[in-house]
């Protein structure tokens, strides 16, 4: 690791500005000089790795005493604060009650102890895992741009088949974002020009030819709060996660649906599918496939073939889409049977 320096911020704005000019010339956010450090999960673990070499490192944990560090649930919708753990929205009653796809993405995305430190915001601005990223000596377009992709035709069993390009199959290994982007959620973020409220589905960016740009970031802007909207399928919402073992893992293909049924009809169907892609990825075609239809186990494969209709996979990780139409079924027969 090498050495950097420490600021201890006790405000967004501050906190945003600090970035700003120390990030100097202009960069996307994961190559800047300067980082925000939350719960530091995952930052603290690339730097030791020698992947992410920030010169400054802003600490923005003191913000968890402001509204950044709370949860808030009105009739018109959820708002967590970014600095708000992951153990903390878990737990929340009324997440698990009302918004169950949010409390189970977490319970199922890491260990008790890294729940316990690991902030809102960071998770959903997380890094892959992809062992050609991590690893410095083999090139990695994502760590150094221009310098190829060593997955493409390496040992990509774990890689993305929705979302890739010849530059970058890095899979996407968050499971909160999937639950986010199937609720329609926002991000609020302070920056350099101001404050401003964007989609969730617009927040992370396909590779192209530029995989290190990962967001719609730019240096200095600081995720402060996410809000999801109430809406008659947030309770009847599931998360599923197929991984190799049980114990923390990444999925290899998980589902995080939400349905509103009006009898035995589908009246509004949402699905996003993980493990499988470069970006939180929403199914839209699955979705399209269950309106105005029962929801029966035909119309749930059918649903899961069209979530992967686009799917292109490499030499080790084709498997992932006939597991992944499999999930989406089962997510969508689970909600189904829910109790709401």
């Known amino acids: ?42 930052i ?7 992947v992410m070499r920030p010169e400054m490192l802003v600490d923005i944990n003191e913000l968890q005493k402001s509204e950044m560090g709370r949860i808030s649930v009105t009739d018109k919708g959820l708002r967590l604060g970014a600095l708000v753990r992951m153990a903390q929205a878990q737990e929340h009653p009324a997440i698990k009650s009302d918004y169950p796809v949010i409390a189970e993405a977490l319970l199922l995305a890491a260990s008790q102890q890294i729940r316990n430190m690991a902030s809102l915001g960071g998770n959903i601005l997380q890094r892959t895992r992809c062992e050609y990223f991590r690893e410095t000596s083999w090139a990695c377009n994502k760590r150094n741009p221009g310098s190829g992709c060593s997955a493409y035709d390496g040992v990509n069993r774990e890689h993305a088949v929705l979302g890739g390009s010849e530059a970058c199959i890095a899979t996407y290994h968050g499971d909160f974002a999937q639950a986010l982007i199937t609720l329609d959620a926002s991000v609020d973020i302070i920056g350099p020009h101001g404050a401003r ?29 996410i809000s999801v909207p109430a809406g008659p399928h947030t309770r009847r919402s599931r998360y599923v996660k197929v991984r190799d073992r049980q114990s923390y893992q990444f999925a290899l293909p998980s589902a995080a ?9 589908v009246r509004d169907a949402r699905i996003a599918v993980g493990g499988v892609a470069t970006v939180p990825w929403r199914a839209r075609e699955a979705e399209t496939a269950l309106i105005g239809k029962p929801i ?12 992967f209709a686009d799917a292109k996979p490499r030499r080790d990780n084709a498997f992932k889409i006939p597991l992944g139409e499999q999930v989406v079924a089962r997510a969508l027969l689970e909600a189904r049977e829910m109790k709401v």
Do not use: C, W
């Not at 090498?2 to 911020?9: C, D, G, N, T």
């Not at 649906?257 to 009809?265: F, K, M, N, P, Q």
């Open 1 to 42: 690791m090498q050495p950097f320096s420490y600021l201890r911020s006790a405000d967004a704005e501050s906190a945003s500005e600090a970035a700003r000019v120390a990030a100097g010339a202009a960069a996307p956010p994961t190559q800047s000089a300067a980082q925000f450090l939350a719960g530091g999960t995952n």
């Open 197 to 225: 409220t964007i989609r969730f589905s617009d927040l992370h960016k396909t590779p192209g030819d530029t995989p290190h740009i990962e967001t719609a970031l730019a240096p200095g802007d600081l995720v402060t709060f």
């Open 296 to 307: 029966d186990e035909a119309a749930a494969l059918a649903a899961g073939k069209a979530a």
């Open 257 to 265: 649906v939400a349905l509103a049924i009006d009898g035995d009809i």
């Open 44 to 50: 603290v673990d690339y730097m030791k790795l020698g």
